[in-house]
Each structure stands twice: as structure tokens, then as C-alpha cells.
Nanobody, 125 residues
């Protein structure tokens, strides 16, 4: 069965950095755009970033622009999210997800079809 597996989450102090990874199995990642979403306790799932299948196009939520960078290594079937200058409001479970096409049309969850199980990121206040 198709799988997306996130890793790299953890506890980090405000202002710190983390790098999340999303590894895919049983499908070719280079055919699809990949997104990152997050969900804080008691809040709706929020789109964070998306990267096109060839890596040439990216987009970000306003809340993370200038701090987060999405990238991919199609040879390794892996997408990354580098998170710098972390803030307490970045706390949540981070999910990677496969778009239903090769380009990023936005950060609407309905544009994505397969989801990983998530990795927890905690930035204490």
C-alpha cells in the first residue's frame, strides 16, 4: 500500500530549527506535488507549504514565509521541510501529503489524496 512517512519532529526552543522529512514508498514521488500541513490542538488542519513535482515551484502559508523552506530529492523519493526561527505557534502535528497532480494549486486539503501519520513538533512558550 502507498505510504508517506514523516520524521524529524521533536521539542525545540523558540528560535530553534528542525528539519522534517517525508519519505514515500510504493509510488514515484516525482510524478506528484507534495504538501505539508499542520494541526494544532483544537484547531483545523492548516496548509503550510507545497512543492511541485520537479521542485521548481513552491508556495507557503503567510505565517511561515521567510522561515520555512520546502525542498525535495526525487532520487531519494523524499521531501523536506526546513523550519527555522520556530515559534510557539508553530506547535502541532505536521503531515506530509500527496497532491493529486504535479503542480501546486494551493493549500486546500481537498487537493491532496494520501496523507502520512504525522510527526509532532513542539515549541514551548
Amino acid at each position: 500500500q502507498l505510504q508517506l512517512v514523516e520524521s524529524g519532529g521533536g521539542l525545540v526552543q523558540s528560535g530553534g530549527s528542525l528539519r522534517l522529512s517525508c519519505a514515500a514508498s510504493r509510488f514515484r514521488m516525482d510524478y506528484y506535488a507534495i504538501g505539508w500541513f499542520r494541526q494544532a490542538p483544537g484547531k483545523e488542519r492548516e496548509g503550510v507549504s507545497c512543492i511541485s513535482s520537479n521542485g521548481r515551484s513552491t508556495n507557503y502559508a503567510d505565517s511561515v514565509k521567510g522561515r520555512f523552506t520546502i525542498s525535495r530529492d526525487n532520487a531519494k523519493n523524499t521531501v523536506y521541510l526546513q523550519m527555522n526561527s520556530l515559534k510557539p505557534e508553530d506547535t502541532g502535528v505536521y503531515y506530509c501529503t500527496r497532491a493529486s497532480r504535479s503542480s501546486c494549486l494551493g493549500l486546500d486539503p481537498g487537493l491532496f489524496d494520501y496523507w502520512g501519520q504525522g510527526t509532532q513538533v513542539t515549541v514551548p512558550s
